[in-house]
């Protein structure tokens, strides 16, 4: 089949979700955002603000943690994404590496690769040697030790195997939230490094980053979540510029010194 034209391919529309867990705890509000086929568009925001809420909204895992979305829509597509069908979002390209790196620590790294494609079962033997060739490429150090234990490999090797993982499963938009948390600045970079990889293969990315410097020299686009809505938005490098984010995200005051 031929690869569609570019302004036909998929992208992500976030329109005006609220999510709510349970009865009453509200998370998100009227949240807009789209992913355009091929970018990088980056979430920034506090502890708490709904940045891996609206990853989960999106890949389908909500129900999981009693949420839901309770109004908008969320399209990929021509697929409609309800919050709570993950199986969905990976049949139609969506894939979420969760925060916290959690891979399977009692398998190996081969098999948690392994698991990464389950579930496509209309998929050819072929595509999964692609996708693991892609992993094994990108990652030299998991070619290295297929048969370690993945609960004994180093923080910044386990986020590389959850990446991993997530690529097994062919996505075209990879959810990415906080990659780097915990990492020494080393192992940030060669995330980094690997991010912009994934996306200069084609596959767009949704990153949810603490590390607002990161993030914003990832992206293209950029969105600022507090207390569940949407405060800023533009183009990562205009917001790089903005006050507020210098001051509350990139830890530098007006004057453009770093904060104390
Ligand atoms: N399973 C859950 N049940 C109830 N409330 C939840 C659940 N998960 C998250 N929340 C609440 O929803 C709000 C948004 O949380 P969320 O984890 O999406 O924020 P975040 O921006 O990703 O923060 P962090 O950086 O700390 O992960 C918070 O008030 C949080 O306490």
């Known amino acids: 089949m031929p690869e569609a034209p570019p302004d036909e391919a998929p992208a992500l529309h976030v329109e005006e979700i609220d999510v709510t867990y349970g009865r009453a705890l509200s998370a998100l509000r009227s949240v807009s955002l789209t992913v355009p086929h091929g970018g990088v568009v980056a979430l920034l925001g506090a502890n708490g603000a709904g940045k891996t809420t609206l990853l989960r909204a999106v890949s389908g895992t909500l129900r999981l943690h009693r949420g839901a979305v309770t109004a908008g829509r969320i399209r990929y597509g021509d697929t409609v994404l309800d919050g709570r069908d993950p199986v969905a979002a990976v049949r139609a390209g969506v894939v979420q590496v969760p925060e916290g790196r959690r891979v399977f620590a009692g398998l190996s790294v081969d098999e948690n690769l392994r698991a990464g494609g389950l579930g496509l079962t209309r998929r050819a033997p072929a595509q999964t040697r692609r996708a693991r060739d892609r992993v094994l490429t990108l990652f030299p150090r998991l070619a290295e030790r297929p048969h370690q234990a993945a609960g004994l490999l180093s923080g910044g090797e386990q ?48 990153l949810v980053e603490q590390n607002a410097g990161m993030a914003l020299s990832l992206a293209d686009h950029a969105h600022v979540l507090e207390v569940g809505e949407v405060r800023l938005s533009g183009p990562a490098a205009e917001l790089a510029r903005t006050d507020a984010v210098r001051r509350l995200y990139l830890g530098e005051t007006t004057d453009g010194q770093g904060a104390a």
């Open 159 to 206: 986020q590389m195997l959850a990446i991993g993982r997530a690529l097994m499963a062919s996505p075209r938009l990879l959810l990415l939230d906080e990659p780097s948390l915990g990492l020494a600045p080393l192992m940030v970079d060669r995330i980094a490094q690997v991010v912009r990889e994934i996306n200069a293969q084609g596959t767009a990315v949704l």
